[in-house]
């Protein structure tokens, strides 16, 4: 039977940034819980508890969770009210649509004192007659019974027939009883019919795959037939039994009806889990080694050839809302393959590419995934068509300024300011320095004979 797991609480803690340690609220509804464990260790600061839509039987491991003001056990298998006196500060007790039938177990709640809301609509004890003025009458700290406010003046009157309806309602707990004996042995019966007929249809198939006589043998494939033919009629025959036949509103005809549903899903999963696996088997490679090109999962895509900067991108229309979990990217020197969901994505490149230096993104608007894949020959042309009109802009400049002779003189006349000649003293510099200084003339020189158009000013 399923349990309470750390996984699923912490699942359920997303809330809490899945710290359980410190979690105050929680919810555990409609996940098939059958037993009610590790709570009280795992979240002992829990105040707000929800477990309803379960199959728990019985209220356990939940008294040291001293900060509990509300649990919620609605529409499960309990049958009395137990193990809550730990609860020190619970205010609200939900127990709608149980199986409670042994109304005298409200008396353990008198323990909690700050009770002042109990919901039990839909329990077998609500029908007994007394039912609320024994409650009112038990647990005087109550405010509220089935969303309906006790007055004064109705405990006052509950407590004066207090002994005459506390008896009733123990005659009538001990009727349900012995009613609740006879169902549980009524369940017993009905679960050992159903393994005896199921051993019989497990027997009569072992009957009908054992060899025959070579005359009288079937092929393969009309035994098959016809025991697929056998098996369907057979469960369409238990189907209309099992959900046509009246039963009482038990516990445990509660538990047969979800372990037979789950019982009928495992079955349909194991005969699709083949059928999954055939289609699985798709083929991407010939056996003569030639790579297909393969849109198993039908999305758009995009191939671009980026001359500019030498490499190849892909743009590929995965589903927005994908989890990027779900896609497995392999770049090969020849082509490319992406499974989406398990499904391939397969496409031959026009070039060779480098697998180590792509690169794989996302777009946080689109949601496409984006393959860059720098191609292997590397050829730039980009940079040596900008490093040549470097060279060019550079000469005409160099041109300008010994036409002008503006730089050489830093823009100053000497005729009209006595400044020294800045330029003979770099001169000078050149000539007498060391280290990367006595380059630049050698650079300067380069740059005349390069330039077709220099001419040699005598002023300068």
């Known amino acids: ?89 619970l205010k609200k007790l939900d127990l709608t649509a149980n199986f409670i039938g042994e109304l005298s177990s409200i008396e353990s709640l008198k323990c909690n004192i700050h009770l002042k809301e109990l919901f039990l609509v839909g329990n077998p004890c609500t029908e007994f007659e007394g039912y609320r003025q024994f409650v009112v009458a038990t647990l005087q700290q109550l405010k509220y019974l089935d969303s309906k406010e006790i007055e004064r003046s109705e405990r006052i009157k509950a407590l004066q027939n207090y002994p005459e309806v506390k008896w009733k309602i123990r005659e009538q707990e001990r009727a349900y009883l012995l009613k609740r004996a006879r169902e549980k042995e009524e369940a017993q019966r009905r679960m050992q019919e159903r393994k005896d007929e199921k051993q019989k249809q497990m027997d009569s198939e072992l009957r009908f795959d054992s060899p025959d006589s070579p005359q009288e043998k079937p092929n393969q494939a009309e035994r ?72 198993v999962p039908k999305l758009h895509f995009f191939l671009k050839d980026d001359e500019e900067n030498n490499q190849i991108i892909l743009d590929l229309a995965v589903y927005r809302h994908l989890d990027t979990s779900l896609l497995d990217v392999d770049v090969q020197p020849t082509y490319i393959r992406v499974l989406v969901k398990g499904k391939p994505f397969q496409l031959v490149l026009p070039e060779e590419v480098k697998p180590d230096s792509s690169s794989a993104k996302r777009s946080q608007t689109t949601g496409h995934l984006v393959v860059t894949m720098p191609k292997a020959k590397e050829i730039i042309l980009a940079k040596q068509k900008v490093s040549a009109s470097i060279k060019h802009s550079d000469c005409n400049t160099q041109q300008k300024n010994t036409r002008s002779g503006q730089v050489e003189k830093l823009e100053v006349d000497p005729s009209k300011y006595s400044f020294p000649d800045v330029t003979k003293i770099i001169q000078e510099k050149e000539r007498t320095g060391q280290g990367p200084l006595k380059l630049q003339p050698q650079k300067f020189t380069e740059v005349k004979k390069s330039c077709v158009d220099f001419e040699d000013n005598e002023d300068v």
């Open 224 to 295: 098959d037939g016809e025991r697929e033919r056998c098996r369907t009629v057979e469960n369409d025959d238990e189907d209309r039994k099992f959900w046509e036949e009246p039963t009482p509103y038990t516990p445990e005809s509660r538990l047969e009806t979800h372990r037979y549903i789950e019982e009928k899903r495992r079955a349909k999963e194991n005969i699709r889990e083949p059928k999954k696996r055939e289609k699985t088997a798709w083929t991407l490679v010939t056996a003569e080694g030639k790579v297909l090109n393969v849109n």
């Open 1 to 89: 039977f399923l349990l309470v797991t750390e996984d699923l609480v912490r699942r359920r803690a997303e809330h809490n940034n899945c710290e359980i340690f410190s979690l105050e609220e929680i919810s555990l509804h409609q996940q098939e819980i059958e037993k009610l464990e590790h709570l009280d260790k795992w979240c002992r600061d829990l105040k707000i508890l929800y477990l309803q839509n379960n199959l728990i039987p019985k209220i356990e491991n939940v008294s040291k969770l001293k900060k509990l003001e509300y649990l919620n056990v609605a529409l499960n298998n309990i049958e009395r009210i137990e193990n809550l006196e730990g609860c020190e500060e």
